[in-house]
């Protein structure tokens, strides 16, 4: 008996589906309407696996013993679901898969138009990324396009290096002026130091023709193992100097700065989370603990963010196994959770983030482990507010869109994304407002969230909040008297470091001599006034008016700037951070925050009790 009942409902099944894909057909059935056609078939099989089950009932109170029944019933069940269910199922996703078919075509039909109708020849491939680009303006500030000529530039500070000969450099009067070599680079292995000027590119004078940056770097970069020659003046020389340089990858590090603030607390500089940040932050922080580091400022100020992945690596050395790191969540792609594992690094002893404005996306990954798990406390200021995570899809010609493709949140369940519903002009000049509106010189950090609702710290209950970047335990207030109408003019316009190349220029041998090692610089050298005079000097030939009063109130800061540059370039880009360090506030509260034992008992409200 059961074989002739399952044999009959195959049959009545399989003669209306049979039907029903026969009207069916009656459909253009080309590609670009496969869609339609599966939603227009959905209706008929519905209808048919419907009449099939009303058949298979009938005969099973006509014909089959009274067991069959509860078979009877749950066929029917069956039934009313595919009934009730599939269609409305059905109806929503054709709706969705209608929107974008429609949208697709109307872009084709006009770009179609344009080359049967329009009056003139069009560039389509012109017209194409203006489609992109103004599609994806709608949506989030951090969906872009980025186009084939821009790839290797967005690119090369995420991938952690180059194809090139390993050089910084500026120009001087119309020439190539070497600030620096990568150590172990091909150029320094060649023979070029900082202070040389290139003169010629493999025979092509480019001093005094006013080459720009970028066909600089064309020239200058190539593929690994090409070879070019280049012509060097190198001062107290009369000839030129001819140097046959192998090209070679370049690294970028994202470590320059790492070193021992006092026996027992170490700093470490995250300039960048790029592919080899993690193979740098695990070699120096194994470094500094062997020196007697029990105590870490790690310093993600203007670290604008990187790689998603080296974020939760960087957080993994700080936190205990299992632990939750970030968790993600998208339209598209559900909800996943990165925990930590066993293998951290420096998973006890006091810590400090350093953060400021411009300390986006990654770090805020790290900032905000962190702070939701009492990790350690976060110094300085409120956090960029970048929350959202990129994918990046290709197109054949190598441009791509970086397409947000989720949310992600800190172990507490915030969301630090800050709001862009006001449009992306306020979106992006945020910063601007934080310094208008008081927020980052005032005593009180007076930020209101967005997000009004209250997260508790995993460990110690402490109140944070979302909606707007990581707002710091201890907030240190910015001093921004410095900031004239004349400094800013130094700074931006570029006044001051051009000026302080060429001093480099003409004093380099005297400078290294009066200092030979850099601890003699780091504490002897003094800003001169005949210095001072010469900047002014300088200045008033760039066009820059002389303003006494703006010069008298950033002075300080000026001497500052012009000490850490020399520094840098003179003898190493540690140095040139260890004298900014010196002298910032916020560096300083960390050191003594560090160094406070009541900002790590139970009774303080940013406490950490587990050191």
Wanted: aromatic residues 10%; contains cysteine; glycine residues 6%.
């Amino acid at each position: 008996m059961l074989q002739i009942v399952v044999l009959i409902l195959i049959f009545t099944t399989v003669s209306a589906l049979l039907q029903a894909t026969k009207c069916c057909f009656c459909l253009s059935f080309t590609i670009s309407n496969a869609r339609k056609y599966f939603f227009a078939m959905l209706p008929a099989i519905n209808n048919a696996v419907k009449s099939a089950v009303c058949r298979f009932a009938v005969f099973c109170k006509l014909y089959v013993p009274a067991p069959w029944l509860l078979l009877q019933m749950v066929l029917a069940a069956t039934g009313i679901v595919c009934c009730t269910t599939a269609p409305l199922w059905a109806q929503k996703v054709q709706q969705q898969e209608e929107r974008w078919v429609y949208a697709s075509q109307k872009i084709e039909n006009l770009l179609k138009k344009l080359d049967e109708d329009y009056m003139e020849a069009v560039d389509f491939n012109k017209a194409a990324e203006n489609a992109i680009t103004g599609i994806l303006k709608e949506l989030d500030p951090h969906s872009v396009y980025i186009p084939a000529e821009e790839y290797d530039e967005v690119n090369e500070p995420l991938v952690g290096n180059f194809e090139g000969i390993g050089i910084k450099f500026d120009m001087l009067r119309d020439t190539i002026f070497v600030l620096s070599t990568v150590t172990e680079g091909p150029s320094e292995k060649a023979g070029i130091l900082p202070g040389d000027k290139i003169i010629a590119i493999n025979n092509k004078v480019i001093a005094g023709v006013q080459v720009s940056d970028e066909e600089i770097d064309r020239l200058l970069r190539g593929p690994k193992n090409s070879e070019l020659l280049i012509d060097i003046k190198r001062s107290n020389q009369l000839q030129l100097l001819q140097y046959k340089v192998v090209r070679d990858k370049v690294t970028i590090p994202s470590i320059e700065t790492a070193y021992m603030v006092t026996p027992e607390i170490g700093y470490i500089k995250v300039n960048r989370f790029s592919a080899n940040t993690m193979r740098e932050f695990t070699k120096t922080l194994r470094r500094l603990k062997k020196e007697g580091m029990q105590a870490l400022m790690l310093d993600l100020r203007n670290n604008g963010g990187g790689y998603f992945s080296t974020a939760i690596d960087m957080a993994d050395e700080f936190l205990e196994n299992n632990r939750l790191v970030v968790y993600t969540e998208g339209k598209n792609y559900g909800k996943k959770s990165y925990e930590a594992t066993p293998r951290g690094n420096f998973e006890q002893g006091r810590m400090v983030v350093l953060m400021n404005e411009r300390s986006a996306s990654a770090s805020e990954i790290v900032a905000g482990a962190i702070q939701d798990w009492d990790r350690g406390l976060i110094i300085g200021q409120r956090s960029y507010g970048k929350g959202l995570v990129q994918k990046p899809f290709m197109f054949s010609d190598s441009s791509y869109v970086r397409l947000t493709i989720a949310h992600y949140y800190t172990p507490t369940g915030r969301s630090i994304q800050k709001p862009y519903n006001k449009g992306k002009d306020a979106y992006f000049s945020d910063i601007e407002t934080r310094y208008e509106n008081g927020e980052m010189t005032s005593e009180v950090n007076n930020y209101e969230p967005a997000d009004t609702v209250k997260y508790l710290t995993k460990l110690n209950k402490r109140v944070v909040y979302g909606g707007g970047g990581i707002s710091p335990d201890v907030f240190v207030p910015l001093d921004t008297a410095y900031r004239t109408a004349y400094y800013r003019q130094l700074i931006d316009n570029d006044i001051l470091n051009k000026f302080l190349i060429a001093y480099i220029d003409n004093k380099r041998t005297e400078l290294l001599n009066a200092f030979p090692a850099d601890t003699d610089f780091e504490n002897s050298f003094e800003v001169s006034d005949a210095l001072l005079q010469q900047l002014t000097a300088f200045a008033r030939e760039q066009n820059l008016p002389p303003d006494q009063t703006g010069f008298s109130t950033a002075l300080p800061q000026i001497k500052l700037h012009i000490q850490s540059f020399l520094a840098k370039y003179l003898y190493s880009a540690q140095l040139g951070q260890k004298i900014l360090n010196r002298n910032n506030d916020t560096y300083r509260k960390a050191l003594e925050v560090l160094q406070t034992n009541s900002y790590w008992n139970s009774q303080n409200p940013v406490a950490r009790i587990k050191q």
